[in-house]
Nanobody
Framework: QVQLVESGGGLVQAGGSLKLSCAAS????????MGWYRQAPGKQRELVAT???????DYAASVKGRFTISRDNAKNTVYLQMNTLKPEDTAVYYC?????????????WGQGTQVTVSS
């Protein structure tokens, strides 16, 4: 079983910055894709950014140029640096990790962390 622990959310004014972290623990053989998603009230969960084990990244158009995803493979941790935040970035942010344990490969979700951007 793999556990994900997120941190770094909070309240920030428009134009400010936050950095989210998501650390995976448990019996992990390998981790492939790591990503961040978000869900605003009344909306569907949407992709924010992903990063492969090789470091290739992909971003939603709405965050490109403002957010940066990175990972530390030694720590099984993925980060999301969020700059120039806008009120429309307000959402619960979830990390998602594709991990292989001793017996299978599954996708795991974090518990979510609230990001609120005030205007």
């Amino acid at each position: 079983q793999v556990q994900l622990v997120e941190s770094g959310g909070g309240l920030v004014q428009a134009g400010g910055s936050l950095k989210l972290s998501c650390a995976a623990s448990g019996i992990i053989v390998s981790i492939d894709v790591m990503g961040w998603y978000r869900q605003a009230p009344g909306k569907q969960r949407e992709l924010v950014a992903t990063i492969t084990s090789g470091g290739s990244t992909d971003y939603a158009a709405s965050v490109k140029g403002r957010f940066t995803i990175s990972r530390d493979n030694a720590k099984n941790t993925v980060y999301l640096q969020m700059n120039t935040l806008k009120p429309e970035d307000t959402a619960v942010y979830y990390c998602k990790v594709g991990a292989r344990s001793l017996f299978n490969r599954s996708d795991y979700w974090g518990q979510g962390t609230q990001v609120t951007v005030s205007s």
